[in-house]
C-alpha cells in the first residue's frame, strides 16, 4: 500500500529553521509530482510548495517564497521542504502530497497524502 510519511516538525522560535522531510513507500513515486500544504488551526489547508517529478521547476505560494525549498531524492523516494526564516504565521500542520498528474497549487489534484507533521513557530 503505497505510503507518505512526513517527519521534521517541531517547535521552533521565529527566525530559525526547519527541513520537512516525506518518505515516500509501498509504491514508486518518482513519476509523481509532490507537493506540500499546510493547515492552521480554523483554517482551510492551503498551498505550500510543488515540484514536479523530475525534480525540476519549484513553484512557491507567495507567503513562502524565497523562505522555503522544495527538493526530492529519487533514489531514496523521499522529497524535502527546507524552511527558513520562520514566522509565526507558519504555523500549521503540514502535509506532504503526490500527484499522478503535474505539479499542481490545488488539494485535488493529489493522489496520495502523509498524515501530517505539526510546526509550531513561537515570536
Known amino acids: 500500500q503505497a505510503q507518505l510519511v512526513e517527519s521534521g516538525g517541531g517547535l521552533v522560535q521565529a527566525g530559525d529553521s526547519l527541513r520537512l522531510s516525506c518518505a515516500a513507500s509501498?509504491?514508486?513515486?518518482?513519476?509523481?509530482?509532490m507537493g506540500w500544504f499546510r493547515q492552521a488551526p480554523e483554517k482551510e489547508r492551503e498551498f505550500v510548495a510543488t515540484i514536479n517529478w523530475s525534480g525540476s521547476n519549484p513553484y512557491y505560494a507567495d507567503s513562502v517564497k524565497g523562505r522555503f525549498t522544495i527538493s526530492r531524492d529519487r533514489a531514496k523516494n523521499t522529497f524535502y521542504l527546507q524552511m527558513n526564516s520562520l514566522k509565526p504565521e507558519d504555523t500549521a500542520v503540514y502535509y506532504c502530497a503526490a500527484s499522478l498528474t503535474s505539479r499542481s497549487t490545488m488539494t485535488n489534484a493529489y493522489n496520495y497524502w502523509g498524515q501530517g507533521t505539526q510546526v509550531t513557530v513561537s515570536s
Open positions: 509501498g509504491r514508486t513515486f518518482s513519476a509523481y509530482a
